[in-house]
């Protein structure tokens, strides 16, 4: 157990959490996950760091695609402020905007120049450990 996870969508079906390399089927074509693990397994003490952290300066303003990367950041910043501040639980809302947006920016953080790719790699390992999370939590609810 303990495995970390990737998002992944999957039509009708929405997202889904799988193994970093894991290869699943998209459009009729065969994709790969692309999230590396982290080796901190503590989210409280990683959202702690990553508040203390500085947008990277480089990508202020910046687009990748279509995705303005301080929108993204705010948004997926957001339900985590409202996960950890309300003690584990987040709205339906939220956590559809969390799924949302953590397959938004695993889909895009191979992309994302180096300077600023530490950043959003600790963001997207929040946003996928907060996902796990409140799956453990679901699971246990029925």
Same mark, same amino acid.
């Given at each position: 157990m303990g495995q970390d996870l990737a998002p992944v969508h999957a039509p009708g079906r929405g997202l889904l959490l799988t +193994? +970093? *390399?894991r290869r !699943? %089927?998209? %459009?009729g074509r065969t994709r790969r996950?692309? !999230?590396k693990a982290h080796p901190v397994d503590d989210l409280q003490a990683v959202w702690h760091d990553h508040r203390g952290a500085v947008f990277p300066a480089a990508l202020a303003g910046a687009t990748?695609?279509?995705?303005?990367l301080v929108t993204l950041d705010a948004d997926i910043a957001g339900c985590l402020?409202? !996960?950890f501040g309300s003690r584990g639980r987040l709205d339906d809302v939220r956590r559809s905007v969390l799924e949302t947006q953590a397959m938004v920016l695993n889909d895009i953080v191979p992309h994302i120049p180096e300077p600023g790719r530490p950043?959003?790699? %600790?963001l997207l390992h $929040?946003? $996928? *450990?907060v996902l796990r999370a409140l799956e453990r939590g679901s699971a246990g609810d029925g």
């Open positions: +193994p +970093p *390399g !699943y %089927r998209d %459009r996950t692309t !999230y990748i695609g279509a995705v303005e402020e409202a !996960y950043y959003f790699d %600790r $929040l946003a $996928l *450990g």
